[in-house]
């Protein structure tokens, strides 16, 4: 997600319905997070700027579920913003 602000990318996660939303899971099924609120938010915005990590930055992990779920579910969430 190039573009929106904090609030479409919550939108979109909360819209995935397969993946769990965890910043690190340790296991093989789909994760999906936002580092700017999960991991890094007691960083300022300007310093998470200058390591990238955007208020729209979406981590996504694949895991062992069928691809085609997984396709269906991120385009799904992408209608949804």
Same mark, same amino acid.
């Given at each position: 997600m190039v !573009?929106?602000?904090?609030? $479409? $990318? @919550?939108k979109f996660v909360d819209s995935?319905?397969?993946p769990y939303i965890a910043p690190s899971f340790g296991g093989c099924e789909s @994760?999906? !997070?936002q580092p700017a609120i999960m991991s890094y938010w007691d960083l300022s915005q300007a310093e998470r700027a200058k390591y990238g990590i955007l208020d729209n930055l979406v981590r996504f992990s694949f895991g062992v579920e069928d691809y085609e779920d997984l396709e269906a579910d991120v385009l799904q969430a992408l209608e949804a913003i």
């Amino acid at each position: 997600m190039v !573009d929106g602000d904090i609030t $479409t $990318t @919550i939108k979109f996660v909360d819209s995935l319905k397969i993946p769990y939303i965890a910043p690190s899971f340790g296991g093989c099924e789909s @994760i999906v !997070d936002q580092p700017a609120i999960m991991s890094y938010w007691d960083l300022s915005q300007a310093e998470r700027a200058k390591y990238g990590i955007l208020d729209n930055l979406v981590r996504f992990s694949f895991g062992v579920e069928d691809y085609e779920d997984l396709e269906a579910d991120v385009l799904q969430a992408l209608e949804a913003i």
